[in-house]
């Protein structure tokens, strides 16, 4: 069964930046599109992002401009870098495979001053 585990998160500034990781194992990992989701509370899980196998990607209008997901096939990584972060980022924020399988524990992001 696949296994995601991510990382990277933690408190920054409004406009800073972060870099999520994540690292996935049991998994035919370049033969997948990878995306990052978000769930802030109270409120449901929601696609970022995604890359496809071929690298081919798509940003939530939210995101765009901002955040930029990118692979490494010969690590099994897949990164979320985010740049002028907003206090509306604030969330625990997972990747997963396409189509789904079993979350990980997320990691979470908060955007405060």
């Known amino acids: 069964q696949v296994q995601l585990v991510e990382s990277g998160g933690g408190l920054v500034q409004p406009g800073g930046s972060l870099r999520l990781s994540c690292a996935a194992s049991?998994?035919?990992?370049?033969?997948?599109?990878m995306s990052w989701y978000r769930q802030a509370p109270g409120k449901q899980r929601e696609l970022v992002a995604t890359?496809?196998?071929?690298?081919?990607?798509y940003y939530a209008v939210s995101v765009k401009g901002r955040f930029t997901i990118s692979r490494d096939n010969t690590k099994n990584m897949v990164y979320l870098q985010m740049n002028s972060l907003k206090p509306e980022d604030t969330a625990v924020y997972y990747c997963?495979?396409?189509?789904?399988?079993?979350w990980g524990q997320g990691t979470q992001v908060t955007v405060s001053s």
């Open positions: 049991r998994i035919n990992f370049s033969t997948y599109a």
């Open positions: 890359v496809a196998s071929a690298g081919g990607t």
């Open positions: 997963n495979k396409l189509p789904v399988g079993p």
